[in-house]
């Protein structure tokens, strides 16, 4: 036995020494691409700084309904930096109530539409902080909102945001960085972002997760599982920000994903839960940080109850698609959870682009607020009137 131990001890240092390897040859070779000096290239920058040479560098007193342009950019380049921080802060103003949209070449149509919370990595009407390699949520406490996606444009690229909520925006600050390039790369897909929001229906014999209720069932039909995204094109897909509200103190990621692409009937990638997908194990809830994946907020409560922020980005593996990708998961397995659920898909596409379907309004993307602690007692009180109200029930009864 200690022979065994010693030899999963030697294959799990020697696991960890080749990942340190790689991620070491990887950040080596960009700063060698760094080092490398480009022609053809010139660095820009639109920004909210102010024009007059005073020190009010925002935009200000954005109206409930008022859409405000951040960028409308001639020719081409890639944008390779977005930072922005707004006032008020949540939760006087929620992030999930102004929705920033992108457009390239010109179309009439965004190309990224979501809410601008959840778009950086910032869930429900919360401010935290959280780490990745394309986008950052930075202090104080989550109040700045980064991205490092490099979005390329061959003939224009234009930036908004709407505000939706009740509550006027006083102060909104922005960096927008990007290159003009002269011969400009053909093979360049177009960056990508879409939104969706849904709470999920519960099966008519109930919340059987785990096999509480009884023998559960097989899911033989995925055509109830939450979407991520669907979208027809040539393209790949390249992560996504999941943002859990779950009122049930158990697991809520029995769930499988599963990746449709080019019109195939079953899916082609078919994943065995949803903390797998996620690169993690054993129905966790601790925050965790990787460049690639992550849990950048989990909750506080009892067993798997709350919100719960978790994200993956395939950086090294893409999910290539030719004619259609569809992503899908399950919402508890069988989906037999109800769940508050919303999402912010990434992809790149080559042109033309596909037209999404506008994301939910601000009302049906309204989060749903925390089960806690009380709650459960008064269930408890609900069951103990229903068994008779005797003062020695404990609450395992039959």
Sequence with gaps: MWGIMNNRVLVL??????????????????????AKIK????????????????????????????????????GSGIINHVWITIAPVPPKLSRNDI????????????SVEAP???????????????????????????????????MPFESGARIEIENQSEVGISAFYFYIDYVEVENFDKDMGRFCAWYNHELTDALPEGENEWSTLGKTKNNTSTEDNYLFLDVEGKGHYVGVNYYINTPTTLWYGEGDDM?????SKTPVLHGTGTEDY????????????HPYFGAARVNDNIGWMGRTHVYRFHITDPVYFDKHLKFTIEHGHNNCLTLDLASVAYWYQQPPLTKMPPIPSKADREPKSEIKYKHIHQWRHEWRKSKGNDSKLWGDEK
């Design 39 to 74: 022609s053809g290239v010139k660095s820009k920058r639109v920004s909210s700084y102010d024009t007059t040479g005073g020190n009010y560098d925002r935009f200000e007193d954005i109206k409930t309904g008022e859409t405000r342009t951040l960028c409308n950019i001639k």
């Design 116 to 150: 601008i919370g959840p778009f950086f990595g910032q869930g429900w009407d919360e401010n935290y902080n959280f780490t990745s390699l394309p986008l950052v949520v930075a202090p104080a406490k989550g109040k700045a909102l980064v991205s490092y996606f490099a």
């Design 99 to 110: 929705v920033i949209r992108m457009y390239w070449d010109g179309n009439d149509f965004p």
């Design 13 to 34: 240092l020697l696991g960890l020494a080749l990942l340190s390897t790689i991620i070491t040859a990887q950040q080596e070779n960009d700063l060698l691409n760094l």
């Design 259 to 263: 990746f449709y692409i080019d019109g």
């Design 278 to 289: 996620f690169n993690t194990s054993w129905s966790p809830y601790e925050k965790f940080d």
